[in-house]
């Protein structure tokens, strides 16, 4: 049975600045390295999903902007065990829940065929007060591919990155499962920080990528307990 490593991300404050909504190139490769170590270290491959209400039109052009710097990274990998597979999936608000004016033209049919097939709707709750429905579509997202792959593969490790209020209830989820991780930028919610060991010092993107770093080095002190340790380093334990 393939042995795989489950990674969920938000994207606002995350993946993306959370002002400018876009990814610097020299992060996102950092952040590639770090889960290139990760495969590495497990021996097992990452399979990664966004999890957002952006629009799914919005989501279908960061899919596009991320597979370019997921083939860029795999270029300068010689190792199978290196290369990383490309975004398995995504979740973003349903097309009626945000289409409007221009958007509803005969332009429409168009748009619809560029979608990117990896995107499903977020799924929202049947109770129309909820306070939260972007935290309730993120969990049934979550809850449905993990159990998929639970059945399918040898599901070595589940992380979730996030830093919002919407994250709450799927790092709760996350950190109920065997192996599971849950990771916050600096830009995170109090609620969400208290949920894990694993806070950057940085915002964002790097400081999603340097705890990742930091898992990382976990892994291999476990995996290499003779190897050398760096003095003055605050550290966790697995």
Known sequence: ?????????????????????????????NFLKQLSR????????????????????????????????????NKLQKEPIKKLKLIEGAAASAKDEFMSGPQKDA???RFVKRMDERIVDLKRPSNLNDDNPAG????????????????QYDVKMIIYCGNGRNDLASMDYVNAK??????????????????????????????????????NMLLERKLRPDKEEPDGNEQHSL
């Open 1 to 29: 049975m393939e042995k795989i490593i489950l990674l969920y991300s938000d994207l606002e404050g995350t993946i993306l600045n959370e002002s400018s909504r876009t990814f610097e190139d020299i992060e996102m490769y």
């Open 107 to 109: 332009t429409f049919n």
């Open 38 to 73: 990760l495969q590495e270290l497990m021996n097992a491959k990452v399979r990664m999903h966004i999890i957002s209400p952006i629009s799914q039109n919005e989501m279908t052009e960061i899919l596009r902007n991320l597979d370019t710097s997921f083939f860029n990274f």
């Open 136 to 151: 309730y579509g993120k969990l049934h997202y979550v809850r449905s591919w993990t159990a998929m792959a639970q059945e």
């Open 178 to 215: 065997k192996g599971g991780f849950v990771i916050c930028p600096k830009n995170s919610r109090k609620e969400a920080k208290a949920k894990t060991k694993f806070v950057g010092k940085k915002t964002d993107l790097p400081g999603i990528t340097e705890e990742l770093a930091e898992l």
